[in-house]
């Protein structure tokens, strides 16, 4: 093959690549807004879910970053796959938008685009406007490249040997809608995999048999994107991601005996083949949600089977009634109790950061993550609901003990941040293939296991309001401040051996850091019980 041919597409599938990028892109800067309400407005009525998933992506031009929002939606729990499932049905029925664009052939236009586009972004003042000619500026250069692709190619068209090869993909329907997929997930576009078969077509190297199946199977490779985002995300999200898929490959096989069919009406309804092809894509998608979207039940039911299980979950509050608001007395009490679960997880987070620090495990990273957040929301919420408590009428003792109680709160969140920052510390350390010493580990494992003595203590202490177990932890805490500073001359004495390299040093020394700043909150919390200090 000519070596100008293969120059020839890669340039015109090059600019295609980068004009949809930038067409998507702009139009999502300049849409934000208008997404953020029409995504607010997903419910559980599926004709008006899939009519927004047209909309979304007709408008953003991508039915992948459809998928990837939906994706985020989910992940944050705003909404159920139930309602997203439909969304992702509507997204294939708009992403079909960019090949009827496709098939106008405004080729002879892409450069009066581009100069419009240019002139557009150079002279706006505003970034709203700037985002308008970079639209404009993308869909000349889609075109642009479009027209490249079928001027490269056009000289094949003569040639029998490489015409005979692509009309094989229509007569064999497997091997045409394996080569659309494929194409698709290396491409990460299903748009440019269109546009490919739009410009092979029209200069003759593809028939509407071969287009149709290799569009069948560009309906396939585009959800390997949704499939990708899905990895790492909650198990709600690798659903949606594989009902996704499903939702292409049932169209698929629905669609495969009826081809006689679309061969023979799409000819009657455009005689463009590249009209033909696009045509065929909306009815594809539009017949298959149609069929799909009373069955939205049934798959949700599908999914959960072969996708089992249940996501980690934040942890919500258990105790802070607000019928006990009137009573300061057994309103504090529930806050006592609320620490305590408060606690009770940050206990958990560092055990977790305990396991990843000897063995990393990026599992447990994302559990910590979700604990953290479950801590900092009930900081929130027992602060708050202190606020309440100190309105109404209350005893010297317990307007004393209030500020205590509020120390206490911060002082437990701090320690959810530190066990954090321990994980933290361990996935750089996982990363970047950086061990410990020996001596190293059985220090750090030393002090874990004092540290998880003192929470215990700790967590006694604030239950029971225990004095023996609140001065059993400054007893620890000593012991653990000693071990934190021989442990520093024995970290000198290992960097200046070489026994440790500096990078895991640096680690060592900042999870010591941690543990002590972590153990001090905790030993405020039990000062208080105490009332020494400024409690």
Known sequence: MDFNVVLGVLGGLGLFLFGIHLLSDSLKKLSLG???????????????????????????????????????????????????????????????ITAQLIAFKLTKSAFAFIFVGVLLYLFAKKNKNKNRGLAIL????????????????????????????????????????????????????????????????????????????????????????????????????????????????????????????????????????????????????VVNTIIMLPLVPLFVKVLNK???????????????DKNLLPTPALAIDAVIKEL?????????????????????????????????????????????????????ELLDKQTRLIPAVIHSVNDIEKVGDYCENIVSLAQRAYEHDLLFSREAATELEKLFDKTEILMRHTSKALTNNDQRSASITLTIEREIDELIDRYKINHLSRLEEGVCISDSGLIFSDILTDIERLNNHLCNVTKGILHQGKR
């Open 34 to 96: 208008l997404l953020k309400r029409l995504l607010e407005k997903i419910t559980s009525n599926r004709f008006k879910s899939a009519l927004l998933g047209v909309a979304v992506t007709s408008i953003i031009q991508s039915s992948s970053a459809t998928s990837v929002l939906l994706i985020g939606f989910l992940n944050a729990g705003f909404i159920t796959l139930t309602a997203a499932l439909p969304v992702i049905f509507g997204a294939n029925i708009g992403t079909t």
């Open 306 to 320: 072969i996708v089992p299980g249940k996501d980690y979950e934040k942890v919500g509050g258990r105790f802070l």
């Open 340 to 392: 305590v679960v408060m606690l009770s997880i940050c206990q958990e987070m560092f055990k977790k950061a305990r396991q990843c620090t000897l063995a990393y495990n990026h599992k447990l990273k994302n559990e910590v993550t979700i604990d953290e957040e479950s801590v900092d929301e009930m900081q929130k919420n027992i602060t708050e609901y202190i606020i309440e408590i100190t309105r109404g």
């Open 138 to 285: 993308g869909f000349g250069i889609l075109f642009l490249g479009l027209a490249t692709m079928s001027s490269a190619v056009k000289p094949l068209a003569g040639n029998e040997a490489i015409t005979n090869l692509f009309l094989h993909f229509g007569k064999q329907p497997f091997l045409g809608i394996l080569t659309g997929l494929v194409v698709t997930v290396i491409l990460q576009s299903s748009s440019t995999t269109i546009g490919m078969v739009i410009a092979f077509a029209s200069v003759g190297l593809l028939d509407l048999p071969s287009s149709i199946y290799l569009v069948l199977g560009e309906n396939i490779g585009t959800c390997v994107t949704a499939i990708i985002a899905s990895i790492g995300g909650k198990l709600v999200s690798r659903r949606l991601a594989l009902g996704h898929a499903l939702f292409n490959i049932i169209g698929t096989l629905i669609a495969l005996p009826f081809v006689p069919l679309y061969l023979h009406y799409m000819p009657i309804i455009s005689g463009d083949i590249a009209r033909q092809i696009a045509n065929t894509h909306t009815i594809f998608n």
